[in-house]
């Protein structure tokens, strides 16, 4: 064993660093905390890997460019990407080197901007000056082709310190950003087992490099770096002088770039493998002309499924393509632009307070530009609120349209509104839908202009489904039992009296209430929403939780949007009990709360949603509507519902929320806080009159809890409660999913 000493001076070593026993994606950055740091002091470094990609170099870029002005070198073992076509061939007689020439060739993958490409000219000038060689393995049987999937690494300094890692991390951006990946480190200074260990991990890389190792086959292909260097080489580098602009992704997608440096060119993400479904999806929508409708439970990948319907049109029509996105919130657009730069796309976002100032010149000229057909300028995409969707400057950009155009409409459902439904424009030949609950409660004009405009369904994919096939979590649900106090009930009794007077004949001579009763009904339903007795009850059944994170708190019942504004506004009904409910939470239980609503702009909700993640300063969110469509925060575990909400779109979406995958995650729960008139056994003394007017709230609450019910881990233990409610109210007679027993008046809500 050694220690190496040296003396100080400008140089340091990587004895200097703080060098961890491991490190783990989820809890530290990989690339700043362990490549970034050891790189700037290595001089060689050692990869074998399961699969490498140049975008690894966006990843490490800070710490590559000293680490190549050190003069140092890169050794890198890899296995190719081998299809089954490719495995049945080689076992079929035909050449193996020729096979795996093919498949090493199709993983080289086109610049997607200017930056990448400066970043992949490097890569190859790297390989040209033999500073970064690589060598390609398989596993070595007769009775069978396996892949080479060794993951380790060795680092040494001027000084000839070592640095040995080993585990679950590839040379990718996927492994370094997004995985969940761990590493497990050794310094070879340190102690003996270190040493040894470090000593190891080089004899195998040697014997791997050299092709000693009886398990695997290693070669050289000169051909492929040959191809290398004719596609990304684009002029000869001076290493001293690398730009680290090209390396700095702070910028990357922050403007749109005007030069001819970069194209438009939608395209799957070489991480993202789109799952079989959605594929299907797509194809279907390709079938019906490339219109239609994505019905998909929340949390599925309705935004991927969409995205990925942009880059098949694209191909389809030679990248002459107009796309225009409409969402119904701005932290849903921002949460778009996420997405769609993942798929080689720069959108013009437009809103009232969009980064990009200049977002109306951006679509003025792009429209220009594609109408006149200027060369890297024939596709564009414009995404945008429902609201500034709705303004005359958009409408009057969008009918100057002149080529092909696809209108895409997130969260469609809301497009069945009398001011919006009007604005689905035949100037798009193409369409896409996307919603979870398209389906308009309690408006069947809304819902039939949808269908009319969009088409029918390319794909249902039920949440049942998505959590039989694992791509959303099982849940428990927990309905809890609140009454109403008697002065509530009696304005409960008293509303209900004067709704039923607000019967009028529709056009098609069904029975629905006028506009005073469709206002007398929303005061009834902010009464349950707002019912006092369910503080309580959460205070009681969230105190088991209070040293827990990940909570979310769902409060108030209804808001209302207004169309020309780019945001909800919020009843003070609402406020009262989401300030009450703050209140227990973080002054009586102490514990780590915040609000999430619409008063929160962009910065502030990115803040608490990160925070929220994390755990450690905020335990619980409290929100109103501005959860239910759009927002993105997986890491819930246990959701709190006082809204007592009748609409199925709403209650849907809002167990999806809860549904999302997260690491650690294993199922989420959901309490439902059940609001009825009286307790059940005060409920046998009741007129028939009365009974009758009751019946209402029973049969909204009992509708969502059966819903919630059927598709719960612990469905029968949730099933007792509520057959409690229907045996009380004698409602056994009653097909409960459909409710066909109720008058119209009973269905009105």
């Known amino acids: 064993m050694h220690y190496w000493s ?170 370094m950003d997004i995985n969940y990946e761990s590493i497990d480190v050794y310094c070879d200074w340190k102690n003996q087992d270190n040493w040894e260990r470090v000593q190891n991990k080089i004899k195998a890389f040697e014997a791997i490099w050299n092709n000693e190792d009886s398990s695997v086959e290693t070669m050289d292909f000169p051909e492929v770096k040959e191809k290398i260097l004719n596609k990304y080489k684009k002029e000869e580098i001076c290493y001293e002088e690398i730009k680290q602009h090209y390396f700095d992704e702070s910028d990357k997608f922050e403007e749109i770039n005007n030069t001819d440096d970069y194209v438009n060119i939608p395209r799957i993400p070489y991480n993202v493998r789109l799952h079989d479904y959605q594929i299907k999806a797509i194809e279907n929508w390709k079938i019906n002309k490339y219109t239609g409708i994505f019905d998909m439970a929340t949390g599925t990948g309705k935004t991927y499924t969409g995205l ?140 039939a202009s949808l269908y009319n405009y969009f088409g029918t369904k390319c794909i249902e994919y039920t949440l049942e489904q998505a959590i039989e096939e694992g791509k959303l979590t099982k849940y428990k649900y927990y309905p809890v039992i609140v009454t109403l106090e008697d002065e509530e009930r009696e304005r409960y009794d008293a509303l209900t009296i004067q709704i039923q007077k607000c019967f009028i004949k529709n056009k098609k001579g069904k029975f629905a209430l006028n506009e005073k009763g469709k206002r007398l009904a929303l005061t009834r339903a902010r009464l349950v929403a707002g019912a006092v007795n369910k503080l309580a009850a959460l205070e009681r059944e969230i105190s088991p939780y209070i040293h827990d994170k990940h909570i979310l708190v769902y409060c108030g019942a209804t808001t209302i949007t207004d169309f020309n504004q780019d945001y909800t506004i919020i009843e003070e009904e609402e406020l009262r009990q989401i300030d009450a409910v703050t209140s227990i939470l973080g002054n009586k239980l102490n514990m780590k709360v915040s609000q999430f609503t619409s008063n929160e702009d962009i910065e502030e909700r990115v803040i608490l949603k990160n925070e929220f993640s994390k755990g450690d300063n905020l335990q619980a969110l409290i929100a109103i509507k501005c959860l239910d469509e759009g927002v993105n925060i997986p890491k819930i575990k246990v959701a709190f519902i006082l809204a007592s909400t009748t609409n199925p779109k709403e209650y849907i979406q809002r167990r999806g929320r809860v549904l999302r995958l997260a690491e650690g995650k294993d199922y989420a729960e959901i309490y439902d806080f059940i609001t009825l008139p009286r307790k059940l056994e005060k409920v046998p003394s009741l007129t028939e009159e009365r009974m009758k007017r009751e019946l209402t709230l029973v049969k909204n609450e009992l509708s969502r809890a059966k819903e919630f019910a059927r598709l719960a881990m612990n469905g029968s233990q949730a099933n007792i409660i509520i057959d409690d409610i229907i045996e009380a109210y004698d409602l056994q007679k009653y097909d409960i999913e459909n409710w066909e027993g109720f008058s119209d008046e009973y269905k009105s809500e």
């Open 6 to 175: 040296y003396e100080v001076g400008d140089y340091m070593s990587f004895q200097d660093l703080d060098v961890k026993k491991e490190y783990r994606s989820k809890l530290v950055s990989i690339s700043n905390e362990f490549y970034t740091p050891i790189l700037k002091e290595a001089i060689t470094y050692d990869r074998a890997v399961g699969f490498f990609s140049s975008t690894a170099l966006i990843m490490i870029a800070n710490g590559l460019i000293p680490f190549i002005n050190n003069g140092g070198n890169i050794r890198l073992i890899a296995s190719p990407r081998l299809s089954d076509e490719d495995i049945t061939a080689i076992k079929a007689g035909y050449a193996k080197r020729g096979v795996v020439v093919q498949a090493l060739l199709r993983s080289l993958y086109d610049a997607a901007d200017f930056k990448e490409s400066q970043r992949l000219n490097l890569l190859a000038n790297l390989i040209a000056d033999k500073r970064l060689d690589i060598k390609i393995a398989l596993v070595n049987s007769e009775s069978k082709m396996g892949m080479y999937h060794e993951k380790m690494g060795v680092f040494e300094d001027k000084f000839g310190n070592k640095i040995a890692f080993t585990g679950s991390m590839n040379e990718s951006l996927t492994a």
């Open 308 to 447: 990925g319907a942009v880059v098949a049109l694209s191909e389809y029509v030679h990248n002459q393509l107009a796309v225009i996105i409409a969402c119904p919130y701005q932290h849903l657009v921002e949460q778009w632009v996420e997405d769609i730069k993942k798929f080689n796309i720069k959108p013009i976002i437009g809103y009232s307070n969009s980064r990009q100032k200049n977002w109306k010149s951006l679509l003025e000229n792009a429209v220009r530009d594609q109408k006149l057909k200027v060369k890297k300028r024939e596709f564009f995409c414009f995404i945008t609120t429902n609201a500034t969707y709705s303004t005359e400057f958009v409408q009057n950009q969008i009918n100057k349209i002149r080529g092909s155009a696809l209108l895409i409409i997130d969260e469609a459902h809301n497009f069945g509104a009398e001011s919006l439904r009007n604005l689905l424009n035949n100037k798009f030949q193409y369409r896409l839908a996307l919603s979870a609950t398209l389906d308009r409660h309690c408006d069947e004009e809304g819902t």
